[in-house]
């Protein structure tokens, strides 16, 4: 019995050119060899019907090798458009603003030009604002392997950036995402489909003339990372129009919503068995699990309190080395939680914080006694249930109450009492502590050293 085999769809098309491994020459990424195609033994499944005229192009034989079936990944995108609050909160973006870096493969991929944007991009975007979440091909995983990527990635993830797992969740960080960093990969052209803000790193020798990719490549504003990177996301996602890539991705995606179906009739009429009258739907992409680590320190650009309104812009520590200095350096002030990894970190900081809660009497404890154990920092802040209680130098203690504890009270606490003792203004009193998308209310009740020492 003669064997057929079906191609089912991978990636968008056949947007890439590769070397064949045995003379050497150029062939398309993903097109069968030309003895399977002549011989008839193969059906290379289509999303759109210009991909079978560039293959007819290509190969005499391959026209008649092919059907078109639609894009079952496109289908399950769009049926899972409504789960992206939920995407959202898994990827732990918030309200923020949510940036997505997606890289295919080799050295002309983002992440092959550009290894260091994610760490650039985590030392320029304040952490109270924006996200960033990073997407590999599988193949980028399976030549270096989880352990070396994680090493490359080490100070990204502890300055908050998600890293998809390979095996699953990119779909879910393109619907999830406010704007999306591709490169000439499909997921650029996943992006556009969705209807999303897009950047590019710019055009690759790679692809193919005249495809859907090198009209999106030319036609999206790009990135360069030598210049503002939050200024170009935000003027890409707040000029966006929507419906700008429909010319484009009109010639990617056909029979939308019924690529299942075909593919399922395709393979039934193979096997020569009946189709079932009942076909189950594309499911919809699971939400994903993929926790980032906490950010223990932040470098803090230092404000003054004006009219009981303090605004905080932060920069993870782990991230701050990579930041484009240009204008000069902003004043800044470095607060570390206790748990901080890098000595370094620990060293310099002004304040050291203690998230976990504490009661009243027992943060102030921990706080006096961890003076004694960081004798670098000015003070230290222990989280309790109604706040914060901060220990100074010199035996004065403060306590913050605030109406609607936030998870990183500790540490907004510490960079608003540094704010306020450089600006001479620590004392009995209400402010608000901005940073991002967050506002916290603090009361400050401050004990003389005297009263500290009678409690």
């Not at 990944?73 to 789960?83: N, Q, V, W």
């Not at 290894?115 to 030392?123: G, I, M």
């Not at 926790?291 to 520590?317: C, E, N």
């Not at 600006?423 to 003389?448: E, H, K, W, Y």
Request: net charge neutral; glycine share 8%; with cysteine.
């Amino acid at each position: 019995m003669a064997t057929h085999t079906i191609l089912l769809p991978h990636g968008l098309g056949f947007n890439k050119l590769l070397t064949d491994g045995h003379d050497g020459t150029l062939r398309l990424a993903g097109l069968p060899p030309e003895q399977a195609l002549r011989a008839g033994q193969v059906t290379v499944t289509l999303s759109h019907p210009d991909q079978r005229a560039q293959l007819a192009a290509v190969s005499a034989h391959a026209e008649q090798c092919t059907m078109i079936v639609g894009d079952p990944t496109y289908d399950r995108l769009r049926a899972s458009l409504g789960l992206r609050a939920r995407y959202r909160e898994a990827l732990g973006a918030g309200d923020r603003r949510l940036v997505t870096l997606a890289s295919t493969w080799g050295s002309e991929s983002l992440i092959g030009r550009r290894s260091r944007l994610p760490h650039q991009l985590l030392a320029d975007l304040p952490i109270d604002s924006y996200q960033v979440v990073v997407v590999l091909h599988p193949n980028v995983w399976a030549r270096y392997g989880r352990f070396q990527i994680e090493l490359w990635f080490a100070s990204a993830l502890d300055a908050g950036m998600v890293l998809m797992p390979p095996e699953s969740g990119w779909q879910s960080a393109l619907i999830a995402a406010d704007v999306v960093v591709s490169d000439q990969g499909s997921l650029g052209l996943f992006t556009a489909a969705l209807d999303r803000p897009l950047l590019m790193v710019g055009r690759a020798a790679e692809t193919v003339s005249g495809t859907p990719v090198e009209t999106l490549a030319a036609s999206a504003p790009t990135l360069y990372p030598d210049r503002d990177l939050r200024h170009q996301l935000d003027a890409a996602t707040n000029s966006y129009q929507p419906g700008r890539y429909q010319h484009i991705t009109d010639r990617v995606f056909a029979d939308v919503g019924t690529a299942a179906r075909n593919v399922q009739a395709l393979i039934y009429r193979e096997l020569d068995v009946p189709l079932p009258a009942y076909t189950t739907p594309a499911p919809r992409i699971p939400v994903p699990d993929c926790g980032s680590r906490p950010v223990r320190s932040f470098v803090v650009r230092t404000g003054r309190v004006a009219d009981a309104m303090l605004d905080l812009v932060r920069i993870p520590a782990a991230a701050w080395q990579h930041q484009h200095h240009a204008g000069g350096l902003p004043e800044t002030h470095l607060v570390a939680g206790e748990t901080e990894s890098d000595p370094k970190i620990i060293e310099r900081a002004a304040a050291i914080t203690h998230d976990r809660e504490l009661d009243a009497a027992t943060g102030t404890q921990w706080a006096r006694s961890a003076l004694t154990d960081y004798p670098g920092a000015r003070f230290v802040v222990a989280a309790t249930p109604r706040g914060a209680v901060a220990a100074m130098r010199g035996g004065v203690t403060v306590m913050a109450t605030t109406s609607s504890p936030h998870p990183q009270r500790a540490a907004l606490i510490a960079s608003a009492l540094y704010c306020c003792l450089l600006d001479g203004c620590l004392s009995d009193q209400r402010i608000t502590v901005r940073a991002g998308v967050n506002a916290m209310d603090v009361s400050f009740t401050v004990a003389p050293a005297s009263d500290a020492t009678s409690r």
